[in-house]
RNA sequence: GCGGGCGUGGCGGAAUGGUAGACGCGUGGGACUUAGGAUCCCAUGGGGACACCCGUGAGAGUUCGAAUCUCUCCGCCCGCACCA
């Protein structure tokens, strides 16, 4: 062993030897015990690996690691998240081509992580960019549209008026183009879509069993925003024959709805709107249009023109107006709602401004009938609604419905804030989309044994501003063949949303390479659902909720056993950097290599992993790194000094310490609390260090559980202490029950609840004997009244409470 | 506005009804040393008339006992955001 702790060599060295070894590959086949660890494959920036994604793999990876110590057969593989607008933008900016960029930075992330020393299985390593990957991305589409649940429809999208292209979601940033920074506008344009909401029933049911963090449970309970009312059918009052749908959640409001509003985009709009009203509807409808969403979204101040129309309240028989403002959604349940200005803050404010009348239809706290200031938005009791008055609130809404129902002017109705999936992107580096539009056949899949449908290697991949991908000037591709009727056809030239490639990743790890199936059943079988899953809270609506409901959709087409993707997540948390967020405007972004080259990655692991609770995040300060330093040091040279010292035994404290260590870090790494965990050996190693010559029991015990967070130190403390290769296939330590307990404890006195003696007793003593001990206490006998009459609360082994009032 | 989380020394953080501040950083002192920004040891919430008092964002409550539970308020962070 080398007299000072050289970090670098160690780790080369053992990485080296992990390769070579193979440590980490699994023999998915035959694995006796399978446990698949999974973490979110990054997108390989041109950047490098971030500090953040060091500190996520780092906690996964100790879980991995942990786990595989207690005797599982850890599958923990990595891939590249390689398609979309980051890396095609970034080619665009540079004039470089992505494939060219991509391969590059894969290389350097490969790199990087290898010398992060995380146990990752790097034969199962996937690039949804390699044709062999998206071939079956492409695949998944096409089930998908075969089963009727990919389709294509006019909708809305984003479109940047200064680029001339459509803008994913993504793109947009409050508004804003990404690229460019413009307002961003609506188009509505022919998209592909997933049909997610017929699956939202069952993604928000299913949450209540899945063993994941309560944080994403409640963000995706609210993205899918399920909201149980009524849809209710309003006459027009110059022809009965057509009716203006509304969905409500409060049907039992119906009589104070005074106006109706529809969407400038309705399609009833022009239809009500009167002749000398239409110059101003026309006028509104087409600012509504161009105005960018920020501008319709953010803005509380309420616009909208009355189109001239009425129709009729189908419960009290009244007309009533129809405005169109555009606080009012198209893209949202019927995109018309009735106007309850009394009990909607929304309805309220436009009334207000408009002049428009406010009823009051439910009665507050102590049958508040006053005429309202405010909207009153809180249940209550129903008045001046017919059939309704006196009913509280939820029985009002049931008899609402129910009358509804009766006269067949509405019904019950369910809503919900998720909307489908739109997966076609206007650009060129992702996944072509695998149909082809024949003028005899339609719409027609390509076949799957054609598949991939190959990216084609162009050397002009920038979007031209004709709202088409780049492929769409590409002849070559454009024009095939149709594989129905052989008849000439033209290929669609939309590639598929980044959100689609890594929403199977991980059905595609253990069958990477197989070319014949996008997963094999039975490894699927064994290795699936996946046991852990980590990763930022950022993916908690769009990664998380789109893979769960591929799975679903492919569970339901036949191909998988289950509909949950994973069984187990948790939410990491954030790194800022002394108190600030990082990003490369405040240039305060931790580059991880520095940290390699001048502490080495167990280090820069373990201080992760020291600055706070794993799931709340952590303050990465350049001071507090020297003491994670200082305490692998110290561990080193421990075991240095002490290899020659044989035959030491454990005292009873020093053997209970290892016993307890064992235990909090063997818990604390279960519930995620890595930094409690470092803590604890540090006070091992602080007892350690205090005796004249370590147990090598002690030492072996303390390489170990050190063993998740510095892989490389560990493995070579653990050769010098001449123990078979590897540290980390070494069964994780135990501990003994009855050694952790003590023999003497401190019991805590208080008298009337403040603390005024502690007493070293032996453990075990009953009440009597622990009162007797306390009032020979003179620090306790002080606070006691003369004569008072004292009561005692006891718990055995931790303190003894005096009450002398 | 709605939802979620958080507020503890100079700093990161421990303690989820029972010894507040574990562990680490920083700081002060000491040892070793030609020297050290290396290493080791000691101290380190505030006050003090030093056998004591105060102290976990503020205020109230429950309890023998509250950082922890309850209510009201203040502040910060993260989602979603005119969703009817």
Same mark, same amino acid.
């Given at each position: 062993?080398?007299?000072?702790?050289?970090?670098?060599?160690?780790?080369?060295?053992?990485?080296?030897?992990?390769?070579?070894?193979?440590?980490?590959?699994v023999?998915?086949?035959?694995?006796?015990?399978?446990?698949?660890?999974?973490?979110m494959?990054?997108?390989?920036?041109?950047?490098?690996l971030?500090v953040?994604?060091?500190y996520a793999?780092?906690?996964?990876?100790?879980?991995g690691r942990?786990?595989?110590?207690?005797?599982k057969?850890?599958?923990?593989?990595?891939?590249?998240?390689?398609?979309?607008?980051h890396?095609?933008?970034?080619?665009?900016?540079?004039?470089?081509?992505?494939?060219?960029?991509?391969?590059?930075?894969?290389?350097?992330?490969?790199?990087?992580l290898?010398?992060?020393?995380?146990?990752?299985?790097?034969?199962?390593?996937?690039?949804t960019?390699?044709?062999?990957?998206?071939?079956?991305t492409?695949?998944?589409?096409?089930?998908?549209?075969?089963?009727g649940?990919?389709?294509r429809?006019?909708?809305?999208?984003?479109?940047?008026?200064s680029?001339?292209?459509?803008?994913?979601?993504?793109?947009?940033?409050s508004?804003?183009?990404e690229?460019?920074?413009?307002?961003?506008?609506?188009?509505?344009?022919?998209?592909?879509?997933?049909?997610i909401t017929?699956?939202?029933?069952?993604?928000?049911d299913?949450?209540?069993?899945?063993d994941?963090?309560?944080?994403?449970?409640?963000?995706?309970?609210?993205?899918?925003g399920?909201?149980?009312?009524?849809q209710?059918?309003?006459?027009?009052?110059?022809?009965?024959?057509?009716?203006?749908?509304?969905?409500?959640?409060?049907?039992?409001?119906?009589y104070g709805?005074?106006?109706?509003?529809?969407a400038?985009?309705?399609?009833?709009v022009a239809?009500?709107?009167?002749?000398?009203r239409?110059?101003?509807?026309?006028?509104?409808?087409?600012?509504a249009?161009?105005?960018?969403?920020?501008?319709?979204?953010?803005g509380?101040?309420?616009?909208?023109?009355?189109?001239?129309?009425?129709?009729?309240?189908?419960?009290?028989?009244?007309?009533?107006?129809?405005?169109?403002?555009d606080?009012?959604?198209?893209g949202?349940?019927?995109?018309?709602?009735?106007?309850?200005?009394?009990h909607d803050?929304?309805?309220?404010?436009?009334?207000?401004?408009?002049g428009?009348?406010?009823?009051r239809?439910?009665?507050g706290?102590?049958?508040d009938?006053?005429?309202?200031?405010?909207?009153y938005?809180?249940?209550?009791?129903a008045?001046a609604?017919?059939p309704?008055?006196?009913?509280?609130t939820?029985?009002?809404?049931?008899?609402?419905i129910?009358?509804?129902?009766?006269?067949?002017?509405?019904?019950?109705?369910?809503?919900?804030?998720l909307?489908n999936?739109?997966?076609?992107?206007?650009?060129?580096?992702?996944?072509?989309?695998?149909?082809?539009?024949?003028e005899?056949?339609?719409?027609?899949?390509?076949?799957?044994?054609?598949?991939?449908?190959?990216?084609?290697?162009?050397?002009?991949?920038?979007?031209?501003?004709?709202?088409?991908?780049?492929?769409?000037?590409?002849p070559?591709?454009v024009?095939?063949?149709?594989?129905?009727?052989?008849?000439p056809?033209?290929?669609?030239?939309d590639?598929?949303d980044?959100?689609?490639?890594?929403?199977?990743?991980?059905?595609?790890?253990?069958?990477?390479?197989d070319a014949r199936?996008?997963?094999?059943?039975?490894?699927?079988?064994?290795?699936?659902?996946?046991?852990?899953?980590?990763?930022?809270?950022?993916?908690?609506?769009?990664?998380?909720?789109?893979?769960?409901?591929?799975?679903?959709?492919?569970?339901?087409?036949?191909?998988?056993?289950?509909?949950?993707?994973?069984k187990r997540?948790?939410?990491?948390?954030?790194?800022?950097?002394?108190?600030a967020?990082?990003?490369?405007?405040?240039g305060?972004?931790?580059?991880?290599?520095?940290?390699f080259?001048?502490?080495? $990655?167990? *280090? &820069?692991?373990?201080?992760l992993?020291?600055t706070?609770?794993? /799931? @709340?995040?952590?303050?990465?300060?350049? #001071?507090g790194?020297?003491g994670?330093?200082?305490?692998l040091?110290?561990v080193?040279?421990?075991?240095?000094?002490?290899?020659?010292l044989?035959?030491a035994?454990?005292?009873?404290?020093?053997?209970?310490?290892?016993?307890?260590?064992?235990?909090?870090?063997?818990?604390?790494?279960?519930?995620?609390?890595?930094?409690?965990?470092?803590?604890a050996?540090?006070?091992?190693?602080?007892?350690?260090?205090?005796?004249?010559?370590?147990?090598?029991?002690?030492?072996? $015990?303390? *390489? &170990?559980?050190l063993?998740?967070?510095?892989?490389?130190?560990? /493995? @070579?403390?653990?050769?010098?202490?001449d #123990?078979?290769?590897?540290?980390?296939?070494?069964?994780w330590?135990?501990?003994?029950?009855?050694?952790?307990?003590?023999?003497?404890?401190?019991?805590?006195?208080?008298v009337?609840?403040?603390?005024?003696?502690?007493?070293?007793?032996?453990?075990?003593?009953?009440?009597?004997?622990?009162?007797?001990?306390?009032?020979?206490?003179?620090?306790?006998?002080?606070?006691?009244?003369?004569?008072?009459?004292?009561r005692?609360?006891?718990?055995?082994?931790?303190l003894?409470?005096?009450v002398?009032?």
């Amino acid at each position: 062993m080398n007299t000072t702790y050289d970090p670098k060599s160690i780790e080369r060295k053992w990485q080296q030897r992990w390769q070579e070894t193979g440590v980490y590959e699994v023999d998915l086949e035959h694995a006796k015990d399978p446990y698949y660890n999974l973490m979110m494959f990054p997108y390989p920036s041109a950047e490098g690996l971030h500090v953040g994604n060091v500190y996520a793999f780092t906690g996964a990876d100790i879980h991995g690691r942990y786990q595989a110590m207690r005797g599982k057969n850890v599958f923990e593989p990595m891939g590249f998240d390689a398609f979309g607008i980051h890396s095609e933008n970034f080619a665009i900016k540079r004039g470089i081509h992505p494939k060219t960029l991509i391969a590059g930075n894969v290389a350097h992330f490969r790199e990087q992580l290898t010398r992060l020393g995380g146990r990752f299985a790097w034969s199962h390593a996937v690039e949804t960019t390699d044709p062999d990957y998206y071939r079956w991305t492409q695949w998944i589409f096409l089930q998908f549209f075969r089963a009727g649940l990919a389709q294509r429809r006019k909708a809305p999208v984003n479109w940047c008026p200064s680029c001339k292209t459509v803008l994913a979601n993504e793109q947009v940033i409050s508004g804003h183009c990404e690229r460019c920074d413009t307002e961003v506008t609506q188009r509505e344009l022919e998209q592909w879509f997933f049909d997610i909401t017929r699956y939202a029933d069952r993604l928000l049911d299913n949450l209540d069993d899945l063993d994941w963090s309560e944080v994403i449970k409640t963000a995706q309970r609210n993205w899918i925003g399920r909201s149980d009312g009524a849809q209710l059918r309003f006459p027009l009052a110059r022809d009965a024959t057509k009716t203006i749908s509304v969905f409500t959640t409060r049907p039992d409001t119906v009589y104070g709805a005074t106006f109706l509003v529809l969407a400038p985009e309705h399609p009833l709009v022009a239809e009500l709107t009167t002749a000398e009203r239409k110059a101003e509807v026309d006028a509104y409808v087409r600012a509504a249009a161009e105005r960018s969403q920020e501008d319709r979204m953010g803005g509380q101040d309420k616009t909208g023109v009355f189109t001239g129309g009425y129709a009729v309240n189908p419960f009290t028989g009244k007309e009533v107006p129809v405005y169109i403002a555009d606080y009012v959604l198209y893209g949202y349940g019927t995109g018309a709602i009735m106007a309850v200005p009394g009990h909607d803050a929304r309805d309220f404010d436009f009334a207000t401004k408009y002049g428009l009348p406010i009823l009051r239809v439910v009665a507050g706290p102590g049958d508040d009938r006053t005429t309202l200031t405010a909207a009153y938005t809180e249940p209550g009791v129903a008045m001046a609604s017919g059939p309704f008055d006196g009913l509280p609130t939820p029985e009002a809404k049931e008899a609402a419905i129910r009358l509804a129902e009766e006269r067949q002017i509405g019904e019950r109705h369910r809503t919900y804030h998720l909307r489908n999936w739109l997966i076609s992107r206007q650009r060129y580096w992702g996944p072509p989309i695998p149909v082809v539009y024949c003028e005899k056949c339609g719409i027609v899949g390509v076949p799957e044994e054609d598949l991939p449908v190959l990216l084609p290697d162009v050397q002009d991949f920038v979007p031209k501003g004709t709202g088409e991908s780049p492929l769409a000037a590409i002849p070559s591709f454009v024009e095939t063949t149709c594989p129905n009727c052989h008849g000439p056809a033209r290929r669609e030239t939309d590639v598929s949303d980044n959100f689609l490639d890594s929403a199977w990743y991980f059905l595609r790890y253990p069958s990477s390479g197989d070319a014949r199936k996008a997963f094999d059943p039975d490894l699927t079988r064994k290795w699936l659902p996946v046991d852990s899953y980590i990763g930022g809270k950022e993916h908690a609506v769009l990664h998380l909720l789109y893979t769960r409901f591929v799975c679903m959709a492919l569970h339901d087409l036949g191909y998988l056993d289950f509909e949950e993707p994973f069984k187990r997540f948790r939410a990491h948390g954030m790194i800022v950097r002394n108190g600030a967020k990082m990003s490369k405007s405040r240039g305060n972004v931790v580059n991880p290599d520095e940290f390699f080259e001048r502490y080495g $990655a167990d *280090t &820069l692991r373990a201080y992760l992993m020291f600055t706070g609770p794993y /799931e @709340e995040g952590g303050d990465f300060s350049d #001071q507090g790194i020297e003491g994670i330093y200082r305490f692998l040091n110290r561990v080193y040279h421990l075991v240095r000094k002490n290899l020659g010292l044989s035959g030491a035994e454990a005292s009873p404290d020093l053997l209970r310490l290892r016993h307890q260590t064992i235990r909090r870090v063997t818990e604390d790494i279960e519930a995620l609390k890595y930094n409690t965990a470092l803590a604890a050996m540090m006070e091992y190693l602080n007892g350690l260090q205090r005796e004249n010559a370590v147990p090598r029991d002690d030492l072996k $015990a303390l *390489t &170990l559980l050190l063993a998740p967070f510095a892989p490389h130190l560990t /493995e @070579e403390l653990w050769q010098a202490l001449d #123990q078979p290769y590897s540290v980390h296939q070494t069964p994780w330590p135990t501990f003994d029950a009855d050694v952790l307990v003590a023999k003497t404890v401190t019991v805590v006195v208080q008298v009337d609840g403040k603390l005024r003696d502690r007493l070293q007793l032996p453990a075990g003593l009953d009440e009597a004997a622990v009162r007797e001990a306390a009032l020979g206490s003179d620090a306790v006998q002080r606070f006691l009244p003369e004569g008072a009459a004292l009561r005692f609360v006891h718990v055995p082994d931790r303190l003894l409470s005096i009450v002398t009032r």
